[in-house]
């Protein structure tokens, strides 16, 4: 069996003085390199920690709270008058003397209730003349239908003409009108004599009597004779400020103060509103409904009245440290996505020490500076600082 013969390797060529030098230059100089690069190295990653320490130092670090509700505004109390459901001035309808009065001041009556009676000579007169008038009516008229009916029941024959019988029937058409006139007449005098009996037009109290026995009484004068009001329920009147009137509705509760009884609050409930603001005032003219069946609240007087449960919504809130006065009135720095500040015009509402009401310029959901400087300027970047831990949280 063959074998290939065997190849033995080629001997390693002795190494020289000058290769080895070469080697040793070349292991200094990558020791060297290395050794630079080892020392600057550190020296660049904490210049650029430095450099990074110094930008975020430079971007200002803030806390921030956002507005919350407060509590929804009370209204004030206005004033307010207290005036009867129903009032009214009774005056004569007709002319004559008062024969007696029925009815004193506090008084109660009910409706039709006889307050005083009038007495009338010239009003009788006339209502006789008319009723013998009407009767006079009556008898021509009666005539004249008789005389109408011979007449037409000759029509047609030699002894009466057509242009009789027409005579005879235009004669009744006049003597029943003029009858017809004449009933009028006494009925209108009858009404004019029931005005001699003075009424009261419905029931309620007489707060006001201003006749006596013998006073001459004239119709349609003018003169106030009773004055009569109904105080089961009362009206209660108030005019409320512009700034609350959009809040106000039919069948909103209000309740009403009266002085006598120590602020007592009285339940009420809106009746109706003008539904249009006073142009002299700038008020809404509203009334309220006060029950009064005792009859212990007597109208006419004073009162406070305060309206409840209106459409106001509650104002937001914020801290008063994160108010900036400027020239320009109080404004607040918001915080936006992007880190940069935005100054915003607020309108003050109430002011609770601590904290303050805004009625504009921002809104529930803004990240507003607390402290901010003065030096604070629109479009400034700043930082949100981090919330503390809860206390006792891990």
């Not at 990653?45 to 130092?57: G, W, Y």
């Not at 609050?265 to 603001?277: E, H, I």
């Amino acid at each position: 069996m063959l074998r290939p013969p065997s190849v033995e390797p080629a001997p390693t060529p002795p190494a020289t003085p000058g290769g080895r030098r070469a080697v040793l230059v070349v292991a200094v100089a990558v020791a060297v390199v290395a050794g630079a690069l080892a020392g600057a190295f550190p020296r660049w990653r904490a210049r650029v920690a430095l450099t990074a320490e110094r930008r975020e130092l430079a971007v200002a670090v803030v806390r921030v709270v956002s507005p919350k509700p407060g509590k929804p505004a009370t209204p004030p109390a206005f004033p307010a008058e207290i005036k009867p459901l129903l009032e009214a001035s009774i005056v004569a309808r007709a002319s004559g003397y008062v024969r007696r009065w029925t009815t004193d001041i506090g008084g109660h009556v009910a409706a039709g209730s006889l307050l005083a009676e009038l007495e009338s000579p010239e009003l009788d007169q006339e209502l006789a003349r008319g009723r013998q008038e009407a009767a006079q009516a009556e008898a021509a008229l009666a005539l004249a239908a008789n005389t109408a009916g011979r007449y037409q029941g000759l029509a047609g024959t030699p002894s009466v003409s057509d242009q009789e019988v027409a005579e005879r029937g235009g004669d009744l058409a006049v003597k029943t009108a003029a009858r017809d006139a004449a009933l009028a007449n006494v009925r209108r005098l009858e009404q004019l004599r029931a005005f001699t009996l003075i009424r009261s037009p419905f029931a309620g109290i007489v707060t006001s009597r201003r006749v006596d026995v013998g006073d001459l009484v004239t119709g349609g004068g003018g003169r106030e004779l009773f004055r009569v009001v109904q105080a089961g329920t009362l009206r209660v009147s108030l005019r409320v400020p512009q700034a609350w009137a959009a809040g106000v509705a039919a069948g909103q509760p209000a309740e009403v103060l009266l002085p006598e009884l120590g602020g007592k609050a009285l339940p009420a409930v809106v009746a109706r509103s003008a539904g249009a603001l006073s142009p002299e005032s700038r008020t809404l003219l509203v009334e309220l409904e006060l029950a009064n069946a005792l009859g212990d609240i007597l109208p006419g007087g004073y009162a406070e009245a305060r309206l409840l449960g209106g459409r106001r919504p509650a104002p937001l809130t914020l801290p008063a440290n994160t108010l900036l006065f400027r020239e320009e009135g109080p404004r607040v720095g918001v915080v936006g996505k992007d880190g940069r500040v935005e100054l915003r015009s607020v309108r003050l509402g109430r002011d609770f020490g601590r904290t303050v009401e805004l009625l504009s310029g921002v809104s529930a959901g803004d990240a507003v500076i607390l402290n901010p400087s003065d030096a604070l300027a629109a479009g400034a970047v700043v930082r949100i600082a981090a919330e503390p831990a809860a206390e006792g949280g891990r």
